[in-house]
C-alpha cells in the first residue's frame, strides 16, 4: 500500500463546475496535509494546508479532512481551464518530511 | 527575485560525469530538501536537513550525496552519474519545527545520457 494515493485522472470537469480531488494516505499519526498544483514542466506550489477535521476554505478552494478515515480532499468551485494542472496531496511524515502522492491530472474542459 | 533559485536549470551530462546541481534561498528558513521527480511517480525524497549539521537520507538516497554550505545553501551532487538518473530534481524549503509548509525552486531538467 502507498503512504499516500491519488488517482492519476485524468479528471475532466467543464468549465465553472466543481472538481473534486481526493487523497487518502496510511499514517494514522499525520497530524499536517497540503495540496499543490503543479503545471506541467514547473514546480509545486503550495495552495491549502489543513490540520483539523472538517472543511477549510480559500477563494474558489475548499480542503477537507477526516482523520479516521484517513482521507483529505480539494474542492474546486467554479473550475477554470486555469485550474488544469497536477493536484498533489502531501501529508507529514514524522515530523520530519512530507510524503507526496503522485498526483492527479485536473482538465477543465472550455 | 525568487525565494528559491536552482542552478542549473538544463543539463546534459554523460554517464559517468560528476555533477552539483545547487540551491540557494532568501527565505530565511532552517530546513532545506532535495526531491526528484519521475513521470508518474510523484516527488519522492533524495536528502533533507534541518541546519547546517543536521543532514538525513531520504527514501531514495543511494547514489547522490548533498552538503549544507550555509543555512541559505544545500548543494546535491551525483558523484558518477548514470542514465536512471535522469528526472526533474527540486529543492524546496520549510519554516523549521512549527511548520511542515513547503517551497519550492523551479527545479533542475537533468538529463544523463
Redesign the interface.
Known sequence: QKEVEQN?GPLSVPEGAIASLNCTYSDRGSQ?F?WYRQYSG?????IM?IYSNGDKEDGRFTAQLNKASQYVSLLIRDSQPSDSATY?C?V?KG?????????TRLQVQP | DADVTQTPRNRITKTGKRIMLECSQTKGHDRMYWYRQDPGLGLRLIYYSFDVKDINKGEISDGYSVSRQAQAKFSLSLESAIPNQTALYFCATSEGSSSYEQYFGPGTRLTVT
Open positions: 492519476s499536517s497540503f514547473k514546480s509545486p506550489e503550495l494546508s498533489l502531501a507529514e515530523r520530519r518530511a512530507l510524503t507526496f502522492g503522485s498526483g
